[in-house]
């Protein structure tokens, strides 16, 4: 018998089941593989009930039992454009300051939403009229409190202005009606010339 019996059950016991380099590269490799995969899976399975309809495979091929109508109207409303050019006539009539109040402003001008003087309320326009045009018409143009901007809609700025004019002159001011630039500069030289 050897004098020392247990210095080989001791070597046994200390190793794992990896016995050579092949078997530990296949082990680093999988140990990482596996759980980015099952990463990936749960991310799909999260986010899979936010899509829209007509992503996944199986509806793009059924379409989900959509009419044909439908199916097209779901297709323009995914590819719809983001901005649109708008072309206008750079001649037109410009609209009054009541044209633009009755379609700009008075849903809050009116009621005296969100904090908005009311139309013809001399008292709340007072305090605004006494700084001035230029400032009424800034805050109109750039947007101030709840108001978003107005300038760059629908209404070219001096339509914008007019309507600025048209309230502040309900409210007790006595502003000029502003002109377009052209015209303006049009009856400037013709007082100029008599």
């Keep these: 018998m050897s004098a020392n019996p247990h210095d080989h ?13 092949k078997q530990l590269l296949l082990a680093v490799f999988f140990s990482f593989v596996i759980p980015i995969f099952a990463i990936i899976g749960l991310v799909y399975y999260v986010v899979s009930d936010a899509k829209p309809a007509g992503t996944n495979t199986a509806d793009t091929m059924t379409l989900g039992g959509m009419t044909e109508q439908s199916q097209s109207q779901a297709l323009a409303a995914r590819i719809q454009k983001i901005g649109s050019v708008e072309i206008r006539d750079a001649n037109r009539e410009l609209k009054s300051g009541e044209d633009v109040f009755k379609a700009q402003c008075t849903n809050c001008h009116t009621a005296g939403l969100v904090g908005a003087p009311k139309f013809g309320d001399a008292a709340a326009w007072g305090p605004r009229i006494k700084t001035g045009y230029e400032t009424l018409l800034h805050s109109a143009m750039a947007g101030k409190g709840a108001m978003g901007a107005q300038s760059g809609g629908d209404f070219d700025d001096t339509e914008i202005a007019r309507a600025v004019v048209y309230m502040a002159n309900a409210g007790g001011a006595s502003f000029p009606v502003p002109q377009k630039a052209a015209a303006a500069a049009a009856e400037g030289a013709a007082s100029a010339a008599k």
Excluded: E, F, L, S
């Design 9 to 21: 059950a001791a070597a046994d016991d200390h190793t794992g089941p990896i016995k050579n380099p």
